[in-house]
């Protein structure tokens, strides 16, 4: 069994300082995400795997947290990576940084190729959430996988899934994607369903 957290794709990752982004929001909603134990790590859940990650759009690519550092309290610079390309169809991830990029990267990515004015994508684990009537990937389709970014740009085509900004993972213990055009709008979406719960 390959437990959660474990990056699946082909990488192909350069060690380097973060490139120079304002990345405020990003670490801000990050601090959020874990009061929620949206993001974290539980010795209990996942076989100790870390869950959770945030990314934020650039004019090419996009950072992201990275993988395994859900579990941290707060994140810095050192903690995020930036993807440079993706090709999905070929299981490949190209990224810079100090920090090998979360194993939801091609998801990721997949998303922000599907609709242009998506700009933010958080994705957290609740067991809460995840029991709710959402638009659902295929319980077959595990996460990481050129088959996720597939189905997940698959919902994309359905406005109302658009207009949700959220996308339950079906192969994905617990896991919820959800994404707007910034990251406060996107970490509004989290606290709101939340506090619906």
Known sequence: MILDGVIKYSLHHVTAPLIEVDSTELKQWFKVCRQYNLLG???????????????????????????????????????LCWVTQVDAANNQVYSEGPIKPSSESMTHST????????????????????????PSTSPSITYGTPEMAEAVAELLKDPQVRDLG???????????LFFSENMAKTGEKVVQIMEKS
């Open 41 to 79: 790590q539980d010795p209990d859940r996942y076989d100790g795997a870390a869950y959770g990650n945030i990314s934020q759009k650039l004019d090419q690519g996009f950072i992201i947290t990275g993988t395994q550092v859900s579990g941290l309290d707060e994140i810095h610079d050192e903690q």
């Open 166 to 176: 959220c996308i339950r993972m079906g192969g994905h213990e617990d896991g919820i």
């Open 111 to 134: 998303l922000y190729d599907a609709d242009s004015a998506i700009k933010a994508i958080i994705h957290v684990h609740s067991p809460e959430l995840w029991a709710r009537d959402l």
